[in-house]
């Protein structure tokens, strides 16, 4: 083979000049990470259910979604969570590999079979399948520095403006915001209700039938009759628009021909949809959009395309609203990944000079050199072939690999002018004759390394997927290297080396004359130490045995991890309170946590989310992310990210009515929200709750005795009082009262009724009917809520509603379709997980 290239050395650089290109082709398309795709592929199923807790959830929505969702292909688990905020979620993992959209089609046909079996409410709003990476990839805020517009009226702007453009960007797998967009809310008096004889299902009824488009058709519409010259479009009544014209909502004539309108007997403002979130930036009112990013996209590219767009949509902002980034991971990305390419630069720089100084012969020396860029270009190629990603390992695996892939080219070079040097011989026939010694000595090495590396590819588990790229990469590069060693390196030297005469030595002057006697100075020395070593080798080698069992004794002891924890400039705090604390006191100690990290010197942008957490949702729930300076910025152990959470500990422990949570992010966000580990404790016995919550503190209680573990809590919310309404059905009978009336009565009047929809601007809204704040802050107003009976008469709920005390859970979790736990925590410092 060698011969045939040296004899076409126009065909070895075409050759060489195709894998370029293949693989500078392959860098464009090769999708950008930190690290490789651990994580299995995921699908999310979302559905809400206004109003209702989480056992209800759990019984009507989450576990008929479930049951439906079993026997999907390459399933390889599937988690779900109710809480008492109506929000039912279901994520599904696959096995790697599963192609994410053919998985997706699979749950969403599965899902459809279901929806049949929902309420009737949650089918009116809509389940949502959709794919994206676990954790959030960007924050994307709006604020103002006069604070002229609040979190609603930011919250609707990028609902109506921003929201889509975004979702439309290629690589965004989710995009969820924080904060609301407008709705059209009815705040019901029901003192007001009942004086007038009226019920919420009235008010219900009356928006149903007066805020509607009413297709009227055409007159002249075919069939015509003969003659007729007119044909025109009729409009109709349309959809209300404004408060004013909701407000006039006829609901009653009384017999005496007055009215009753919407207005006297509710109060009608424009509000937000949804009031369970609030979101603030640096101490500003604010509303974000979280970022996912889509499987398989290109972080870097998705960032930067999300940032443009931004760009072109901040053109129409309102006056005095500004956009911020409080949370970029793919910067740490682009800096771990631009850090590496300098190594790999820098690697071949030092090459380039260290082959330079031996070889003393420029055109020597760039044989190898130019062998280097061909070899690591056509690993890109294998690369994109194998569906691997431009990562830290894959390109760690390349830094490693340069040292490998010129010693090739070294030995077929240093042979060439060894036997011009020794027999004169030109450098085509040297070349020849060199390449003739050699060829079986490069194929063995090249298969002594592969066999080195190459069984890192077929580990099992997350450790495999992570060390196959980094493997393949590196034997990539290597039998690259060896087909251009027996190809365009042999070309190469017998077209650019020049002739050598017969018996000539390195030089013997200058610098490389000075190198010469150095090298060959401590090659005469190092030489005279293995000799003696020979003489007293018992000695050497029980001293070689004793370091053999130190190391082996320091490597047992050392404690492992699967990744290190690393400063990614960005840090999460979950917050807490105990079940029932209102958003009030959530945002008293939200504030005082935000006040602290605005104070560090490290902090550059802070956002804070209420009413989300990692446990779950709930006015008692919080998290924020602090984005940190940029690493030259901060210098120094103590301006570390583990610096930052270190002092926030102290800070925050002195807090009783919160439990507040620092947590540096893990090396790789799909497999989970911070560093350590996460088990689920499950009911595969039926037991009941009861035993598992007995069981999990049990759990808890053991971990915190144990030295092995720290920071072992549940990730989720502790069961807590609740009130319980008992509608004794018997006495609602006698009276005349359906129990349909008192049921969407019940949720009408507390849990919110979604009626229709309206048309604001551009976009479409919601209307929704529920009590107004003061009616619903007892468990006493319950009697200030009536419903009507068969012969139109008033009758109060507390006639035959009882309200109680119990105790319940606001969250429950299912693992594979069981209940259980999730708990995380941290391996204890020297410990591994």
């Given at each position: 083979m060698a011969r045939f290239f040296i004899d076409r050395p126009v065909f070895a650089w075409v050759v060489s000049i195709l894998i370029m290109v293949l693989g500078g082709l392959a860098i464009t398309q090769l999708p950008i990470a930190q690290y490789p795709s651990v994580a299995?592929?995921?699908?999310?199923?979302?559905?809400?259910?206004?109003?209702?807790?989480?056992?209800?959830?759990?019984?009507?929505?989450?576990?008929?979604?479930?049951?439906?969702?079993?026997?999907?292909?390459?399933?390889?688990?599937?988690?779900?969570?109710?809480?008492?905020?109506?929000?039912?979620?279901?994520?599904?993992?696959?096995?790697?590999?599963?192609?994410?959209?053919?998985?997706?089609?699979?749950?969403?046909?599965?899902?459809?079979?279901?929806?049949?079996?929902?309420?009737?409410?949650?089918?009116?709003?809509?389940?949502?399948?959709?794919?994206?990476?676990?954790?959030?990839?960007?924050?994307?805020?709006?604020?103002?520095?006069?604070?002229?517009?609040?979190?609603?009226?930011?919250?609707?702007?990028?609902?109506?403006?921003?929201?889509?453009?975004?979702?439309?960007?290629?690589?965004?797998?989710?995009?969820?915001?924080?904060?609301?967009?407008?709705?059209?809310?009815?705040?019901?008096?029901?003192?007001?209700?009942?004086s007038f004889s009226l019920t919420p299902a009235d008010v219900t009824a009356a928006i149903e039938n007066q805020n509607k488009h009413v297709p009227v058709g055409q007159v002249g519409a075919n069939p015509a009759v003969d003659g007729q010259q007119l044909n025109v479009i009729m409009q109709g009544r349309s959809t209300l628009r404004t408060v004013p014209e909701f407000e006039n909502i006829l609901l009653r004539t009384n017999p005496d021909g007055s009215r009753v309108l919407l207005k006297d007997a509710a109060r009608v403002a424009l509000g937000a949809e949804n009031y369970g979130t609030k979101a603030r930036v640096n101490g500003h009112p604010s509303a974000a959009v979280a970022i996912k990013l889509s499987p398989s996209a290109n972080a870097l590219k998705t960032a930067e395309a999300i940032r443009k767009k931004v760009r072109e949509l901040s053109k129409f902002f309102p006056p005095g609203v500004r956009v911020d980034y409080p949370l970029d991971t793919s910067t740490f990305v682009k800096i771990s990944i631009e850090e590496v390419l300098q190594t790999l630069v820098e690697a071949i720089i030092l090459v380039f000079l260290v082959m330079y100084l031996f070889l003393q012969n420029i055109r020597a020396t760039l044989i190898p050199t130019i062998v280097v860029p061909v070899a690591l270009l056509g690993t890109f190629g294998a690369m994109q072939a194998f569906g691997f990603s431009i990562n830290v390992l894959t390109m760690f695996g390349m830094v490693l690999a340069i040292g490998i892939l010129v010693d090739d080219a070294i030995v077929v070079v240093e042979n060439v002018e060894r036997i011009m040097a020794e027999e004169g011989l030109p450098p085509l026939e040297a070349t020849r004759k060199a390449m003739d010694q050699i060829t079986g000595a490069l194929i063995g090495i090249s298969l002594v390394l592969t066999a080195v590396f190459i069984p890192m590819a077929f580990f099992s588990g997350s450790v495999g997927t992570i060390y196959r790229q980094f493997s393949l990469a590196l034997v990539s590069s290597m039998l690259f290297s060896t087909f251009l060693a027996m190809s365009l390196t042999p070309a190469l030297c017998a077209t650019l080396l020049k002739p050598i005469p017969k018996g000539h030595n390195h030089q013997k002057h200058g610098l490389f004359g000075w190198f010469n006697r150095s090298f060959a100075k401590a090659t005469t020395s190092y030489q005279s130490t293995v000799a003696r070593i020979l003489r007293h080798r018992r000695i050497f080698m029980a001293l070689f045995a004793v370091i053999v069992f130190l190391v082996g004794f320091i490597y047992v002891k050392m404690p492992s991890s699967f990744l290190p924890g690393e400063d990614q400039g960005y840090f999460i705090t979950n917050i807490q309170l105990p079940v029932g604390a209102t958003q009030e006191r959530t945002d008293h100690v939200l504030k005082q946590v935000e006040e602290y990290f605005l104070k560090q010197p490290e902090i550059e942008s802070f956002i804070t989310v209420a009413g989300f957490s990692f446990n779950g949702r709930g006015q008692n729930s919080a998290l924020s992310f602090g984005r940190l300076k940029d690493w030259s910025e901060r210098k120094g152990a103590e301006h570390t990210v583990q610096a930052v959470i270190k002092r926030a500990f102290g800070r925050f422990s002195s807090i009783k009515d919160a439990v507040i949570f620092p947590l540096n992010p893990p090396a790789i966000a799909e497999l989970g929200n911070s560093t350590g580990f996460d088990l689920q404790l499950q009911d595969l016995g039926g037991l009941g709750h009861e035993k598992l919550l007995e069981a999990r503190n049990q759990l808890l209680e053991m971990c915190g005795r144990s030295k092995l573990v720290v920071g072992v809590r549940v990730q989720g919310l502790d069961d807590a009082s609740q009130l319980k309404i008992d509608v004794d059905e018997g006495k609602a009978g006698a009276l005349g009262v359906a129990l349909a009336d008192i049921n969407s009565t019940l949720q009408t009047s507390f849990g919110s009724a979604y009626v229709n929809n309206f048309i604001n601007g551009n976009r479409v809204q919601r209307v929704i009917v529920q009590l107004d704040a003061p009616y619903r802050m007892s468990p006493d107003d319950i009697q200030r809520i009536f419903v009507r009976n068969r012969t139109g008469t008033m009758v109060p709920l507390s006639a035959f509603c009882t309200v109680r005390w119990v105790y319940g859970s606001p969250q429950l979790q299912n693992y594979n379709g069981f209940p259980a736990y999730e708990i995380v925590g941290v391996a204890a410092p020297g410990r591994s997980t």
């Open positions: 299995p592929p995921s699908i999310s199923v979302t559905a809400n259910y206004a109003g209702a807790s989480a056992e209800t959830l759990q019984e009507t929505v989450t576990s008929i979604i479930e049951q439906q969702l079993n026997g999907i292909d390459n399933l390889l688990y599937m988690s779900s969570s109710s809480d008492a905020s109506g929000l039912a979620t279901v994520t599904l993992y696959f096995l790697p590999g599963t192609n994410p959209d053919t998985a997706q089609v699979q749950v969403q046909n599965k899902v459809q079979l279901a929806t049949s079996s929902l309420p009737q409410t949650v089918q009116q709003q809509g389940v949502v399948v959709a794919k994206a990476t676990r954790n959030f990839m960007m924050f994307l805020n709006l604020s103002t520095l006069d604070d002229s517009l609040d979190e609603v009226a930011l919250g609707n702007y990028i609902a109506s403006s921003v929201l889509d453009p975004i979702r439309r960007v290629s690589g965004v797998g989710e995009a969820n915001m924080f904060g609301s967009q407008y709705a059209m809310r009815i705040w019901l008096n029901p003192d007001k209700l009942n």
